[in-house]
Structure formats: C-alpha cells, structure tokens
DNA sequence: GTGATTGCAAATCTTTTGCACTAAA
DNA sequence: TTTAGTGCAAAAGATTTGCAATCAC
C-alpha cells in the first residue's frame, strides 16, 4: 500500500484523491515551503484537479495532524512548511523566501518565564534578511 | 513648542491634526501593541475624526520613519509596537495579547551567516504561549 | 496658492463558509 | 448506504487605492 496513503490514515485522514496528491506534492521532494496558492497552482500543472478551497482546508487538516507546520512572516500571507523537526528560518523580505534554519545552529539561551498560567508552546526564530541590490554584473 | 509635534517633523512627516492625535494615543503611554483597527477605534472614543484608512496610512509611515514596528505573528493580522529597541515578544495564541520581552534577556547565539549577498535585517524571537485553561477558581 | 494629506467608497487579496454533489468505507 | 470530503461561488476580513476635498506651510 502506498506510503503517502498509510501515512494519511495514521493520523485519522481519508486518502481523498485530492489529499494524496497534494500529500504527494508536498512530501515527496525535500522539505518545502509554500502558500496555499502556489500548492494549488503546482497541482493544477500537474493535472490534479482540485479546489482553492480544498488545498486551504487539507493544508489546515495537515498541519492538525502535525504533518506540516504554518509559518506567519508576512501579513496577509500564510507559510506552510514541510519540516515539522525543532527549527528555525531566514525569510527575505525583497523575495519572500523562506529556509530552513537547524533547530541546533540557534541556541536561544536563558528563555524568561512565561507569564503565570502559560505554557509554551513553540519558540520561533525569523531572521529576516534583505538581498543586496548591487546589481549583478 | 509641543513634542510630538517635534517629533513628527524630525522624522519629516508633516504634523497635521491626525498624525499628531494617533502619535499622542500611540506614544504618551509607556510601550504599546496595537492593531490599525484598535487603534481607530480609540481614536473615536477620544473623539478624534480620522478615518481607518488614514490610521493604516500612519501606522505604516510611523514604521517607515521608525518611530515604530511591525510584528507579524497572526495571519492576516497586522501588530504595530511602539517599543522600537531591541527586544522580542511574548505571544498568547489563546488571548492575541503581546509582550515584550526585553533584548538582553534572550541570548540568540551562533547566529548562521545568511545566504551569499544577503544582510540581516533584523531577529525576530516570538515564543508563542498558550493560557492553560484550568478554570479558575 | 501649492503640494501634501485626508476621507470615503470601491477595489483587492487572502482565507473561510454554506451547501449541494461526490466519493470513500 | 452512510458519512466524510469536495467544489463552487459567495462571504468575510484586513488592507490598499483612486480621487476629490481639505489642510499645512
């Protein structure tokens, strides 16, 4: 049985044709960094006929099911990541890209206490960079 | 001569009724999180007229001219903080509330060097807590 | 006066929703 | 069958924009 339907149903979710192909788009390159619409474009190209809608909900049911996790850098736009392992990203602001920094290259030392009746629940780390505009030559 | 007023021309925005009004409610308190929403919606209790799109208008020409920042935590929400030094933040997904954590306190070592022809901009530490609901007594 | 700024309403963009239709079990 | 999942189009939010009216200098 395929590896990606397996894995669909471990954490409770149907093997929609729908969900096993955008699971397949996502998972079986290395780890990726997307928007809903650019899933949705990449599905379209390959002749996966599905919804808007639908890439917004199974991109919401995997990261649930902690397949993926959302990453918010922009306002007004929604990451969502592959890596679901302790880490870190750059983002640059001229081009929108995000990657991946190792959860261990970035020690946050000596984290303050959450105030009384928290817990924590993910520290995030966005190292936001800019490309220098010399131009090329 | 009024501070903010000075102020405001220092940054080379012209002092008009609204940016003055906005640059009070956001800067005479001590350091504050606000959304463009929020803050309009003080500006009509006050009985200040000014409309949302200008408060969007001043909120981004504040950052620009960094009197203030923008915190990006919540899709499609935007946080504007008046705290411009070096610091991070606190972030309850349960309540939306933001606070500071002051930049000494949290020692992010070891940072990476960015991609070929990239500057840092800026680190951003957001630890995302939640409220523990154990009802209270 | 003159050019910057504002207000309003419409437009835009991303994301969510309602509901009839389709498909997995 | 039965219930979960999907697609579509409409709705919902947040934010931006165009342009005439208004204000600071």
Redesign the pocket.
């Known amino acids: 049985m395929p590896i990606v339907?397996e894995r669909l149903?471990r954490v409770?979710?149907?093997?929609?044709?729908?969900?096993v192909a955008l699971a397949r788009l996502l998972f079986d390159g290395g780890d990726r960094h997307v928007?809903?619409?650019q899933l949705h474009g990449e599905a379209l190209a390959a002749a996966i006929?599905?919804?808007?809608?639908?890439?917004?909900?199974?991109?919401?049911?995997f990261t649930a099911a902690s397949l993926m996790r959302e990453v918010v850098v922009e306002?007004?736009?929604?990451y969502f990541d592959t890596n679901t392992d302790d880490h870190h990203h750059f983002f640059c602001e001229s081009t929108g890209h995000l990657q991946d920094i190792p959860g261990e290259l970035v020690r946050v030392g000596e984290l303050p206490r959450p105030p009384a009746g928290a817990k924590i629940q993910r520290v995030d780390v966005i190292i936001r960079i800019r490309q220098d505009n010399r131009a090329p030559r």
Do not use: D
């Open positions: 339907v149903r409770g979710l149907r093997p929609t044709r729908q969900r928007t809903a619409e006929r599905v919804s808007l809608a639908t890439v917004y909900n199974t991109l919401h049911q306002p007004g736009r929604s």
